[in-house]
């Protein structure tokens, strides 16, 4: 079970894609995984035939746990798989050098782990087993960086600097002795030989670097593409002034606490109510309006973005709304989101303010019609009632969907958002 | 290309930037006829009205020079050993360091400060100490260690040149050392470290005169196959991290070589630098070898004793290759 | 020495921008609307009005922790001073200096300094400049009794005198070095005297009197202009306020002076003591004199309305302005 975040524990097998006795390549979806916050796909680590899994659909897993075995050319699967009983059934780590086969588990590093190289690494294998037995093992901060990189496993590399370190240098010998190609298994080398340097001399190191794409990553990714690739996107943007929000936030701040987002989301919420072409989503045949008003808001995390859902934005009220945020952000900060947080938006804002950002051009999440960037709110001076006067002023990036709303009424709705914002309903 | 001595550089760039500028001048103890040779034969092309001999009066004639750069003109003060600052910290601490940001930008500080710093020899612990890292932590300045002769003239036209308060240091045991530098106009910005040698191995940063010393270690150790690449920071303010850094990524080995102290050094800062935004590039503990926490002291034994010297850097090499 | 009527209502009005200055800043400051040490020069109004009357514009003047009577002397607004004071983005210095910091370069007042004695060096520095760039600038160095007692004014004295620069060091003797008697802690009982040890003049001047203050420095800075070198010039005077603005919350119930010796030097009072002469020369009105403290008063009040309204600084300016 892989481990996609520092709050990660553990996470559901949510559906297999292979059977056992099946065959399969490196890099194929093999299982999808679901955690509190969102699905991710799990890649094969190694190519061969799917010997078992060790749980079935619906459980629960702990990070670090193997799933399955996968028996590689040459190897028995049968026998893989009875000798590969799941002592990981519970919380226990499988040990790295037990019976052939690739343990699933891309947790634990790939490289590592293709082929039948247990010889190899057993004579490699600083067997502390455990942490506790023997303290931190003497790593080298940039072999442990480039170990990740590479997926090598810490615990079978042999330090050879002083004082038995773990070098760049070990970590690179291992990744290209472990990363090479089991005989007679051609299709892997694409993608099991991970890194253009395994097969550099130790000194001649490559300019490129590679991070995995993997998890969060990959899901927005994909998310994104299939985002840009499926609708016809255009954005419009505009600067207003708010400095009547600004006066209206610094009165009612007095009251209860809430930042300029909020106070945007009840904007766009009841904006919305008032072009329900905006909160829509197109299926084959037809403009679906939608009933609910759920506003997403996306919130940078370490590992990539979130959007939890404001949902029911349009019925709730501004004090609402700053509370309902305020629990999601925490929540998704600490990744404790569960899924309902995260789906059934029908309409997003996404904020670079704080970045310095005035405009861009946001994509829309699939399935939504419409996506707000929010800039920041920057002093100016400008013309106000024919003076040039000091004014805050905000940039507001709205992408929709061009298939389902033209410009005109997009722009209409754009500015239904400011003055909302700005006065409040009226 | 003329061969030319790190003390002639000193005087050729001082001689070209005083008849580039009219307000530029020169002051400072014995420059009329120069100790060390650096201001000699000025007095002859520029005259008393821009060469000027100051009492021994440190905080007097430091000060007077923050004055005459804050009033319009563009002192090049010599402080003839670089602990002597001691006696004008208040001068450059607090006055040509912080005027320029306490005015809020008004005050312009285009002053040049020259000393000899370092060991030479038996001249003990208030004549012989580096003094830079005493000025690390002041902002508002701009430090100046020139290894060469080449560097000396280009960076010491530089400084010249800015606009704020620099301090070139210049070494006691270099002024002998003599190599080719380009002819005519020869600039060496502030703020760019020198690669003096290309290696694989290990990352030495070497300091001032330590640079030359850490080649003639690299070279023995080329023998052995332990390949040292040699960083010259050249100004420790502005420090070219950057090429530091990237030298230690390729590397993934450190030593900081310095003729200071240790302790609140400069050595201990490009140290912790290395630490803090290349900790993923390391292989092993960043070294430091300077001079030891102690008076540089005057009889030879004990002088050598303290000082960081080639040994301790090949010690130091050895022990993070393990070799 | 028949002084012109501009002249001297410019010095009255000089001297009632101070006292007013002076008195307003002590009050906000006492209320905790400036921050940080503040320094006032409540009677000290005629040693700063009397040099600065003295010099040109295009001449230069160093200043001390004690300085806005200087700086005001000097022709310095009273808008962007009190905004400074207040730590604002419109002050002189951008909210970077604060009191005892301020600097116009376009007036030549080269800066206040918080460092006691600083000032001197810097001034025979600004001096040694006129020289370097041949123009005829004078520069006036203010300092009080208690920087006569550091190495920087006898090492000024000394450089200014044997490379003959032009500048005038204005002693402003007021009595006491924070709380310390200036008697108890010097060798001499008048400043002036040190200048023998420099073979340049040395006078004594009652810093009270605006128009002897006048006379004296018109002189130095004549001898310095002509290239004859420095003088020294101790004015005579006293601070009726404190050291420092609040300095009862050092001090306690303790006590360096006795409010009899206050009381006999605000009886010599620099603004009564031009009234008195302005009422006998005939040459001035007690209506011009009204006037010009009218005019102040609505002066003051706008550059407290400035400061109180201006913006303070972004935290985004902190590292602006650290190097060119």
Known sequence: MPKFGLTMHEGTLQRFFKAPGEAVAVGEPLYEVETEKVLYVVEAPASGTLAAWFHGEGAIVECGCAVGVIAEAGEDAAAIAAASSPASGGSTRVPAAGAAGTL?????????????????????????????????????????????????????????????????????????????????????????????????????????????????????????????????????TTEADVTAATELRARLTREFDFTYTDLLIHAVARALGRHPR?????????????????????????????????????????????AATRDLGERARAGQLKLEDVSGGTFSITNLGNFGIDAFTPILNTGETGILGVGRIVEKPAVYRGEIARRSMLTLSLTFDHRVIDGAPAANFLQSVIDIFNYGER | M?????????????????????????????????????????????????????????????????????AGTRPICEVEFASFFYCAFDQVCNQAAKLRYMSGGQARMPITFRCVYGAMGGAAAQHSETVYAQFLSVAGLKLVVPSNPSDMKGLLKSAIRDDNPVIVFEHGALGGHREEIPAGEHLVPLGKAAVKRVGEHVTVVAIGAMVPRALKVADRLAKENISVEVVDPRTLI???????????????????????????????????????????????????????????????????????????????????VGR | MDLGKDLLLDMYRSMTRIRLFETKVRDLATANEIPGFVHVSIGEEASATGVCAALRKTDRITSTHRGHSHLIAKGGRLDRMMAELFGKRTGYCKGKGGS?????????????????????????????????????????????????????????????????????????????????????????????????????????????????????????????????????????????EGHVVGEQAFLGAASYRTEQEVNEWKARCPLIRFDKFAAESGKISVTDLQRIKQETEVELEAAIKFARESPLPDASEVTEDVFT
Not at chain 1, 188 to 217: C, E, F, I, N, W
Not at chain 2, 3 to 11: L, P, W
Not at chain 2, 20 to 32: A, C, Q, S
Not at chain 3, 155 to 178: D, H, I, R, T
């Open chain 3, 100 to 240: 005892m910091h301020i600097v116009d370069f376009s007036l030549g007042i080269l800066g206040a300094n918080g460092i006691v004695g600083a000032g001197l060096p810097i001034a025979t520095g600004s001096a040694l400049a006129a020289v370097i760039a041949g123009t005829e600038d004078v520069t006036a160095c203010f300092f009080g009794d208690g920087a006569s007692n550091e190495g920087t004014f006898h090492e000024s004295l000394n450089l200014a005198a044997v490379w003959k620069l032009p500048v005038v060091f204005v002693c402003e003797n007021n009595g006491f070095g924070e709380f310390t008697p200036m008697r108890t802690v010097t060798s001499v009982k008048d400043i002036a005297v040190r200048a023998k040890a420099y073979d340049i003049p040395g006078h004594i001047v009652d810093g009270n009197d605006v128009l002897e203050v006048y006379r004296y420095a018109s002189e130095a800075v004549a001898r310095a202009r002509a290239g004859e070198g420095p003088t020294l010039l101790e004015c005579k005077t006293y601070r009726w």
């Open chain 2, 238 to 320: 502005p420090l070219d991290e950057d090429t530091i850094l990237s030298s230690v990524e390729k590397t993934n080995r450190a030593v900081v070589f310095d003729e200071g102290h240790l302790r609140g050094g400069a050595a201990t800062d490009i140290a912790a630098l290395i630490g803090e935004k290349g900790f993923d590039f390391l292989d092993g503990p960043v070294r430091r070898v300077t001079t030891l926490d102690v008076p540089i002291p005057f009889s030879p034994p004990l002088e050598k004793a303290a000082l960081a010297n080639e040994a301790r850097l090949e010690a130091a090499i050895r022990e993070l």
């Open chain 1, 278 to 322: 905006m909160n829509s989503r197109l299926s084959e045949e037809a403009i679906l309006l939608l009933a609910e008003v759920n506003v997403g808001m996306a919130v940078a995390l370490d590992e990539g973005l979130i959007v939890p859902v404001i949902a029911n934005a349009d019925r709730k009220s501004l004090r609402e709304i700053a």
């Open chain 1, 104 to 236: 699933v588990d891309p947790s634990a590093p790939r490289a590592a782990q293709t082929g039948s190289t247990s010889a190899v690494d057993a004579a490699e294998v600083d067997r502390a087993d455990g942490a506790a037995s023997s303290g931190r093992r003497p790593v080298s901060p940039v072999a442990r960086k480039r170990a990740a990189e590479l997926g090598v496993n810490l615990e079978r590399v042999k330090g050879t600097g002083p004082g038995g370190r773990v070098t760049r240098e070990d970590i690179e010998r291992a990744a290209k002795r472990g990363g090479a190609p089991a005989v007679g298994n051609g299709d892997a080398t694409a993608s099991a030989a991970p890194l253009p340097t395994a097969g550099a001399a130790a000194g001649a190191k490559p300019q490129l670097r590679t991070v995995p794409m993997r998890g969060m990553r990959r899901t927005i990714a994909a998310r994104m593409h299939q985002s840009l690739r499926d609708t016809a996107q255009l954005t419009i």
């Open chain 2, 2 to 70: 003329a061969v030319t001595t790190y003390i002639q550089a000193i005087n050729q760039a001082l001689a070209e930037e005083m008849a580039r500028d009219p307000l530029t001048f020169v002051m400072g103890e014995d420059v009329v006829l120069s100790a060390f040779g650096a201001t000699k034969g000025l007095i002859d092309k520029f005259g008393p009205t821009r060469v000027r001999n100051t009492p021994i009066a440190e905080a007097g004639f430091v000060g007077a020079a923050v004055g005459a750069a804050m």
